[in-house]
């Protein structure tokens, strides 16, 4: 059974979430909620009040690095902006840092608790990285060098510490 204690969002209608210890944030076509999960104290922000890159179907939220990332994917590109959660005093709210883009749709995407990677269309990894002015996008295998792999990347994950990179024809660890 669903309830909807606290907010007066359906739960049901959250098409993405997040979690950072213990601050979840949920979001949804109506709007969201950032839920302290120890306190049990819910803060609803209405589709209205959010930035306008967040009220997008396509908009799938990752956490790492003890922040929240917005991931949009329409328009062929994707772009990653940092959720900074503010305190205004009587509620909160959420701002965008805008930033890295990235030739979507996107191959694969993946993010452990330091670090998040994606690859582009063209088969490319990046590191998504907080930036001075705004996110931004680093290759994986610097400008010049793919190191063993010659294929485009076609997956990636992180298992324990590791990275995991798969191609057409092979598994890397690093």
Same mark, same amino acid.
């Given at each position: ?13 959250? *098409?993405?979430? +997040? /979690? ?17 999960? /120890? ?22 939220? *990752? ?6 990332? /917005?991931?949009?994917?329409?328009? &062929? ?7 900074? @959660? ?23 995407? +993946? ?7 994606? @690859? ?13 002015? &705004? ?20 997956? @990636? ?18």
């Amino acid at each position: 059974m669903v309830r909807r204690s606290g907010t007066t969002l359906d739960p049901r209608d959250f *098409r993405t979430s +997040a /979690a950072i210890d213990n601050q979840a944030l949920l979001l949804g076509p109506r709007g969201a909620v950032l839920h302290n999960l /120890a306190t049990r104290h819910y803060d609803t922000i209405q589709n209205a009040d959010l930035p306008s890159r967040l009220r997008g179907a396509q908009v799938q939220l *990752r956490a790492y690095a003890g922040k929240f990332w /917005a991931l949009d994917q329409t328009g &062929g590109q994707a772009t990653f902006a940092m959720v900074n @959660v503010v305190d205004l005093g009587d509620r909160r709210t959420l701002k965008l840092k805008e930033g890295a883009s990235l030739a979507g749709p996107l191959r694969s995407v +993946a993010s452990d608790d330091n670090r998040l990677i994606a @690859v582009d269309r063209m088969g490319t990894p990046y590191w998504i990285l907080d930036g001075a002015n &705004g996110t931004a996008s680093e290759p994986v295998f610097g400008a010049t060098s793919r190191g063993d792999i010659r294929q485009p990347t076609a997956a @990636v994950f992180f298992k324990d510490s590791l990275l995991v990179i798969a191609d057409t024809k092979r598994i890397w660890t690093y």
